[in-house]
């Protein structure tokens, strides 16, 4: 078990210190029995131990409990134990002795039971302890990443998702270094890019770590990325990789130059982030075929030699005319643009067509008689084509036709 916990820092303690010769059989340890034990700890699990007695091993946890993994304590004296407890109830304590009560303690372990008891215990309460703090730094950060990843769906831009994307990984999950690239050309396009000094490296598809993500289409993460077998360039800031595809778009990935630095929980995250991040883009992407189509029906709308009235209805609010083409305006004088359609036109049918079929999904029509500008009383059919736009929940176009000027 030698390096298990490199990181890791013990205080071994005893409730007060003996001036006497008393050892471990009985009465409080003496210091070269603590150090022995401290040094039993620290040989088998890798860890610094620090060694203090009474009054000066509470100071030191009173300021420094953060920093501490363990504390182990060599006594009996259960209002000691209690003390140190009080000072920070979450710090694993250990007693090592005949302790009767176990409240202020994470656990106890007999003398009988041998030092490799009790360094194994350590090793569980320390590792208990870190895995609580991976959950409680988890939890925090997902409550932080909730805000970014909502604005990442509502962007409206590519480059609004670039930089929502960047503060989400730099501020809510603490990442000093991160890249979000996008598939361009063949390439690896960086448009976020954090990486000192490496704003404009391009890669191309496949090639890389993140090449490898993109194509595959599973995370990954690096260790070592100088020994890695997609390790394609020397760079100074990157030794572990975190990355992670962005859908079909790219690639997102965190660096650090330390060894080891990222773990599954990592990709979690990334995960969470790039999926909000590849959402926001098919919705992009989406929205901007449905405003070109409408663009082009818009364009088709305004050249119709047919009367013609755009329709749209939001939110499950009534249908309202929004437009009307020329030809309207010339068979309709004084079209009744900005109006709901309950009030809008002069007839039952065109009320009911428009109010009732706008949800539809294939066009729907109807004959109609109303004045028009040639005629007292013309017999017209009138088609609502139903259509997808942006921004609304229900749209169309009703096209008005005389079957005589128009067979």
């Known amino acids: 078990m030698p390096d298990r916990f490199p990181d890791a820092r013990v205080l071994v303690t005893a409730a007060s210190e003996s001036d006497g010769d008393a050892d471990d059989a009985g009465g409080a340890p003496t210091p070269e029995a603590v150090h022995r034990v401290a040094d039993d700890i620290g040989a088998a699990l890798g860890a610094d131990t620090v060694v203090k007695h009474g009054i000066t091993a509470r100071e030191y946890v009173a300021e420094l409990a953060p920093l501490l993994d363990c504390v182990v304590c060599l006594a009996d004296d259960t209002d000691a134990l209690a003390s140190f407890a009080d000072l920070d109830p979450q710090l694993p304590l250990v007693a090592y002795g005949e302790a009767t009560s176990v409240s202020p303690v994470s656990s106890v372990v007999r003398p009988d039971d041998g030092i490799d008891a009790l360094v194994a215990r350590v090793a569980d309460r320390i590792e208990r302890n870190r895995e609580r703090n991976r959950l409680d730094e988890a939890n925090t950060k997902l409550t932080a990443l909730n805000t970014y990843t909502r604005a990442i769906t509502a962007c409206e831009s590519r480059e609004e998702v670039v930089d929502r994307v960047v503060g989400a990984v730099t501020e809510a999950l603490a990442y000093d270094r991160c890249v979000l690239a996008f598939v361009e050309g063949g390439e690896l396009v960086p448009y976020g890019n954090l990486l000192p000094d490496e704003e404009a490296v391009r890669l191309d598809v496949g090639e890389g770590v993140a090449g490898r993500t993109y194509v595959t289409g599973e995370s990954m993460v690096v260790d070592d990325y100088d020994s890695h077998p997609a390790h394609h360039r020397e760079s100074p800031y990157i030794t572990s990789v975190a990355s992670v595809a962005v859908g079909e778009y790219g690639v997102l990935q965190v660096t650090t130059p330390d060894e080891a630095a990222f773990d599954e929980r990592d990709v979690e995250f990334l995960e969470i982030v790039a999926a909000h991040a590849a959402?926001?883009?098919?919705?992009?992407?989406?929205?901007?075929?449905?405003r070109s189509e409408r663009d082009r029906l818009y364009a088709f709308f305004e050249r119709l030699p047919a009367p013609t009235v755009y329709v749209e209805s939001a939110c499950g609010e009534p249908p309202v005319v929004r437009e009307a083409n020329a030809a309207y305006e010339r068979s309709f004088p004084d079209a009744p643009v900005g109006v709901p359609v309950d009030e809008a036109f002069p007839t039952d049918v065109e009320r009911r067509l428009f109010g009732e079929s706008i949800r539809a999904d294939d066009p729907v029509s109807a004959t109609v008689r109303r004045p028009t500008a040639d005629a007292a009383d013309a017999e017209l059919t009138v088609t609502l084509?139903?259509?997808?736009?942006?921004?609304?929940?229900?749209?169309?176009?009703g096209v008005y036709v005389d079957e005589v000027a128009l067979p």
């Open 279 to 290: 959402e926001a883009l098919a919705r992009l992407e989406r929205e901007t075929a449905l």
């Open 385 to 397: 084509v139903p259509v997808r736009t942006t921004g609304v929940e229900a749209a169309g176009f």
